[in-house]
Every structure is written in structure tokens, then in C-alpha cells.
């Protein structure tokens, strides 16, 4: 089945950088777009980067220019590199795909969560 596992999370100062990693499987990896998501308590999960299949990056504005979306087909793995991390990127990331199609019903996949705290 499909799993998605986050790692990578932890504390970090203001400035600081941390690179996320999620490993994928249960699917045909290198052809699926992967989405990091960010939760802060209360508030609405939100879209930080995408990457195509083909490698195709998309930036949600707030981290255009710090935040850098990968991939690597190879090992079934997404990367978020983050840097110039601000304490408003406090949060729990999380690793997502979606399948859907004429005939399939959308299926969304989350991984469990990586926590990112910037914080002196």
C-alpha cells in the first residue's frame, strides 16, 4: 500500500536551515507529483511546494526564494530543503500525493508529520 515517511524535522535557530526528506512507496514513484503540506495548531493545513514528475517545481509565495522542493526518482524520495528559516515556518510538515482519474475517486496519502521549530 501507499506509504509516505517524513524525516528530517527538529529545532533550529532563526536563519538556520533543515532539510526535509519523505520516502515514498507502494506506487510508481517517478511519475507522481508530491506535495510538502504545513499544519500550525488551529489553522489550516497549507501548500508549501510541489514537484512534477518531471521535476517541475511550484513555491507557495511565503517560501519562494528559501525553500527548495527535489526529487530523486531513484531512491523514491522528496526532499524540502529550507533555509533562512523564520519562527513562522514553526509547524508540522507533512509529506502528500494524490491519485485520481475519469474512473477513480480522488485518494489523498499523508505521511505522519515532521516537526519544524525555529525558535533562540
Known amino acids: 500500500q501507499v506509504q509516505l515517511v517524513e524525516s528530517g524535522g527538529g529545532l533550529v535557530q532563526p536563519g538556520g536551515s533543515l532539510r526535509l526528506s519523505c520516502a515514498a512507496s507502494?506506487?510508481?514513484?517517478?511519475?507522481?507529483?508530491m506535495n510538502w503540506f504545513r499544519q500550525v495548531p488551529g489553522k489550516q493545513r497549507e501548500l508549501v511546494a510541489s514537484v512534477s514528475g518531471g521535476g517541475t517545481p511550484y513555491y507557495a509565495d511565503f517560501v519562494k526564494d528559501r525553500f527548495a522542493i527535489s526529487r530523486d526518482n531513484a531512491k523514491n524520495t522528496v526532499y524540502l530543503q529550507m533555509n533562512t528559516l523564520q519562527p513562522e515556518d514553526t509547524a508540522v510538515y507533512f509529506c502528500h500525493t494524490f491519485f485520481s482519474g475519469t474512473y477513480i475517486k480522488r485518494t489523498d496519502y499523508w505521511g505522519q508529520g515532521t516537526q519544524v521549530t525555529v525558535s533562540s
Open positions: 507502494g506506487f510508481t514513484f517517478n511519475i507522481q507529483s
